[in-house]
């Protein structure tokens, strides 16, 4: 009892000095205790690489004075220019940490954790500064300012050095004029790849010593901003300057999670909304430095050209499939967004020269995924089609637009696209929610609804008056069902079926079930697996209790993940036989290295591996040159990839046999095309006005990953 006493006035002491110092050392400005009359203000550390005086410092000072200014002392905000606190990757890493509280870094530094952050480097891919600006203050900025979130960081804007211009020794006004010239550049595939692709010769050197490499001759020219080639006396040993502004060093700022989360809703906002004030004064203020550093370069004897409008469209056309090739890096929600931004702007006399094709397919959840075969397969065959003169005299554009697998959104982004006067048609995505909606829409709005990819029944057979506006080259769950159970029961008598629960999945299970009564057979029951669920102990227990010998997936890839992971993880190594929902994102990346996992077969309608050789190989050639990668090494789904080509090519052999791309003529067109000789097979004919599903159940096989993730066949007698 005594030493209780003792101790109890300890305790309250120490719970006073707790008391006392935790909001001194955690500080919130909503949870400051007055002393005096006036909270200690909090203070944030501000860190970035650049000059104090520099355009970039300028812009992080006078954020410090208006955050003071504007918050009656009790939130002040200590700017360290120059990297005091470190290079920028520590910055980055000490910002993720909560030692550092603000972050200002170039994009280049930041693409490492989250590629996206290239999007500013795309060479000539924009027309202007002004367009850049607002695509980085539009939607697909605010795309790439959200990924931040996943490193722990709040993406707040947009700030920059400047425009990147080129130097050289010689002067420079076409492509042509890079050939064969050593050019000093970031160690970025993106940067290597747009010189290569000019004819020169790209050599990776850190940026402190591109002056003494171009003195010395070891390179022969560079690109940079203004500022930065001023700064590093690179004017000093090059005689000639390019204004080219064609790319942007952008610089990100962003928050820590963990400090910002410290934070009121008041600071919080008043942070967010002053940083995002201060973006066009920054940029201002970069313009303004410029023209005194261009008067200081000219003065030291460079000479100096700008780029004609002409110069660059000649640029632009030899780097254009630089975007392509990236885009599975940067993201196809991204890029999309920004094609559709563009798009929008031009004239609409401009937008009347093509015949559009609307797509609208999952772009966010998984960017290298099936939205981006479909994309690529429909893009591909328009570069062929348009190279052969168009259709009707004009060429077929593409306007793609990212529903997130999202019904709701797939409506509206339908809607949209059938809004647009020039559209003819529109492409489906991989899922089956949004493609029955889709296909509903089709019919009331009377516009041709392409499916390169979702499977489910409704689709094609959502109407009792025929099939209407709808053509699939794809898969049909109603023969899919019987092809995937023959194979489950090839494996093992005892099937359990693992199905979505979602229109998809339960559109699949009656046909299956025809099936299994036509073998004498009967699956050992039914799982049905919730899109997002991570939970799957009930599963594996319900399957444990079944005594099955093999499995039949339907699900999309994440749950198709967890499947994997949680089977392994139990030591339950059942044969697996899957729907190809799995192959439309990244399963195989987030499953290879799970210990123990059983990898499926899963359904497939084409590989490079087998048909026509003659037509394969011209198929793959033009692939390479557009996309840059070899589709045989690709991990995107060839059968999205070929459905859509082949989708495309039929769409514009329609709207010729027909001399109009009115809608109404050019379903009746589709349907009447007697044989087309396609990348999947010789289609004889494709569709009739009974039938709009040009595949059929003969079309379908197995396949597996390989050891680097490529998609291909079972090879006679694998049972894998």
């Not at 002040?76 to 005091?84: F, H, I, M, N, Q």
């Not at 959840?365 to 168009?390: C, D, S, T, V, Y």
């Amino acid at each position: 009892m005594r030493r209780t006493l003792i101790l109890l006035p300890l305790v309250a002491a120490l719970a006073f000095v707790g008391w006392v110092w935790w909001p001194l050392l955690h500080p919130s400005p909503e949870a400051v205790p007055e002393a005096g009359g006036k909270a200690p203000p909090v203070v944030l550390r501000f860190g970035h690489n650049m000059p104090a005086e520099s355009a970039l410092g300028l812009a992080a000072a006078k954020f410090a004075q208006e955050i003071e200014a504007g918050g009656e002392g009790r939130l002040r905000v200590e700017v360290l220019p120059g990297g005091r606190v470190g290079n920028d990757l520590e910055m980055i890493e000490r910002t993720v940490n909560g030692e550092l509280d603000i972050l200002l870094v170039p994009t280049a530094k930041m693409s490492v954790p989250i590629p996206a952050m290239q999007y500013p480097d795309l060479p000539f891919h924009f027309a202007s500064p002004e367009e850049l600006f607002r695509l980085l203050d539009g939607p697909p900025g605010e795309l790439i300012l959200a990924k931040l979130h996943a490193i722990g960081l709040v993406g707040v804007t947009f700030w920059g050095n400047g425009f990147k211009q080129f130097t050289a020794n010689r002067p420079i006004h076409a492509p042509e004029d890079f050939a064969g010239l050593k050019v000093r550049v970031m160690k970025s595939r993106l940067i290597m790849d747009q010189f290569a692709s000019l004819g020169a010769v790209p050599i990776p050197i850190e940026f402190r010593e591109t002056r003494q490499a171009l003195a010395d001759g070891v390179v022969e020219a560079q690109e940079n901003p203004l500022a930065a080639i001023a700064a590093m006396g690179i004017h000093e040993v090059q005689s000639h300057l390019t204004l080219s502004d064609h790319a942007y060093l952008a610089y990100v700022l962003a928050f820590s999670e963990k400090s910002f989360a410290r934070l009121g809703d008041a600071a919080q906002s008043r942070l967010l909304a002053t940083a995002r004030e201060l973006t066009p004064w920054q940029r201002q203020e970069t313009a303004r430095q410029e023209e005194r550093i261009l008067d200081r370069i000219e003065a030291a004897g460079v000479l100096v050209n700008r780029l004609s409008e002409a110069e660059r469209a000649k640029f632009a056309e030899r780097l254009r499939h630089l975007p392509l090739q990236f885009e599975a890096v940067i993201g196809s929600d991204i890029l999309s967004k920004g094609e559709e931004m563009r798009r929008a702007r031009r004239p609409s006399s401009a937008r009347q020269e093509e015949i559009l094709v609307g797509l609208d397919a999952d772009f966010s959840q998984f960017p290298g995924g099936a939205g981006l075969a479909i994309k690529r397969g429909a893009l591909l065959a328009m570069e062929e089609i348009n190279a052969n003169g168009g259709v009707l005299g004009k060429r077929l554009g593409l306007l793609a637009l990212d529903d997130m697998s999202i019904p709701s959104r797939g409506e509206a982004n339908f809607r949209r696209l059938a809004g647009e006067d020039s559209l003819v048609a529109i492409l489906g995505g991989s899922t089956s929610t949004v493609a029955i909606v889709q296909s509903e829409m089709a019919d009331e709005l009377r516009v041709p609804f392409l499916v390169p990819w979702a499977a489910a029944c409704g689709i094609v057979e959502h109407t009792d008056h025929g099939p209407g506006f709808v053509f699939r080259l794809s898969a049909n769950d109603r023969l899919v069902a019987p092809f995937l159970v023959d194979a489950a029961l090839a494996r093992g008598s005892r099937v359990a079926l693992v199905l979505e629960n979602t229109s998809w999945g339960r559109g699949i299970l009656s046909p299956m079930q025809e099936r299994f009564q036509e073998r004498g057979s009967a699956p050992v029951g039914v799982t049905w697996i919730n899109r997002g669920e991570t939970d799957f102990s009930r599963h594996r227990e319900w399957l444990q209790t079944s005594l099955a010998e093999v499995a039949i997936l339907v699900l999309s890839v994440n749950e198709g993940v967890e499947w994997v992971g949680a089977m392994a993880a139990a030591r339950i190594g059942l044969p697996l036989v899957s729907h190809w929902g799995i192959t439309s994102g990244d399963f195989f990346e987030r499953t290879a290295n799970i210990p123990g996992r059983v990898a499926p077969v899963f359904l497939q309608t084409f590989s490079l591996t087998r048909g026509e050789p003659v037509r394969l190989l011209a198929f793959q050639q033009s692939y390479i040159a557009l996309f840059g990668d070899h589709p045989l090494e690709s991990t995107l789904s060839p059968s999205g990839l070929a459905q859509a080509y082949d989708l495309v090519h039929l769409l514009a052999r329609a709207i010729r046999d027909a001399g109009t791309t009115e809608r109404e003529t050019v379903r009746r067109s589709l349907e009447r095309i007697d044989r087309h000789a396609g990348l999947i097979k010789e289609y004889a004919p494709p569709f009739s006005s009974e039938r709009h599903d040009a595949l059929d159940g003969s079309d379908y096989f197995l396949a597996r990953h390989d050891a680097s993730g490529h998609i291909v066949p079972l090879a006679p007698g694998d049972r894998q």
